[in-house]
């Protein structure tokens, strides 16, 4: 699967927009963007996924570049709440065992 | 829509005891998954099975670890002769293979200490 860049850890403030940035430069044309997110102590919970167009759901909206060598996480107003460490991953939809290879993911962290 | 079950929750076990979880998917899941995530650290693959096949196993599932999924439907991960590094949440997750995606939906995750 391909490797994906995220930051760290990043903030922002409560019912902001909180955007969240994550580079697959060596993606492959099968593979697809997912992406999770664990609050502490919780099991990862699935927010959204795509291929090339960009999506949007009830939890966020993700916006992948016409290259799909990056995405954007978008949670349009953050509450504290969404305070978690956030997983992009990318994973090809042929792969035999569809399993996720998690990185060290992006700490956000929402402030009151 | 019931998720993915796991249990105990907790376990607190002593060094060289064995430990069992079992995990019970999405009613007509057909895939489950295993992960072991340590503090800091993103959760790490272990084994998946499709129906009762146990298709991968990770490196990391070293000989003390086995995981069965008899009939399909929950799944069991035992430890023998716990030792203190595997002290770790682990993680069951499962998915249903269609054309329209296969998202995989994890549990709240075990948590095992080993004293």
């Known amino acids: 699967d391909a490797k994906t860049t995220q930051p760290t850890s990043m903030d922002c403030a409560e019912g902001r927009a909180a955007n969240l940035p994550c580079n697959h430069s060596t993606i492959s044309g099968n593979e697809y963007v997912y992406w999770y997110r664990q609050i502490h102590s919780q099991g990862p919970q699935y927010i959204i996924h795509g291929l090339k167009n960009n999506e949007t759901n009830e939890m966020a909206s993700l916006i992948i570049t016409e290259d799909r060598k990056s995405s954007t996480l978008i949670l349009p107003h953050a509450t504290l709440r969404d305070t978690a460490v956030y997983y992009c991953i990318v994973r090809a939809r042929m792969d035999s065992s569809y399993k996720l290879i998690f990185g060290s993911g992006t700490r956000l962290l929402v402030r009151p | 829509d019931t998720g993915v079950s796991q249990d105990p929750r907790h376990k607190i076990t002593k060094r060289g005891q064995n430990v069992t979880f079992r995990c019970d998917p999405i009613s007509e899941h057909n895939r489950l998954y295993w992960y072991r995530q340590t503090l800091g650290q993103g959760p790490e693959f272990l084994t998946y099975?499709?129906?009762?096949?146990?298709?991968?196993k990770s490196r990391l599932l070293s000989d003390r670890f086995s995981a069965e999924r008899p009939k399909g439907s929950f799944s069991t991960l035992e430890i023998q002769r716990t030792e203190q590094g595997d002290s770790a949440m682990y993680l069951c997750?499962?998915?249903?293979?269609?054309?329209?995606?296969?998202?995989?939906?994890f549990g709240e995750g075990s948590w095992l200490t080993v004293v």
């Open positions: 997750a499962s998915s249903l293979t269609s054309l329209s995606g296969n998202t995989i939906y």
């Open positions: 099975f499709q129906n009762e096949a146990q298709l991968e």
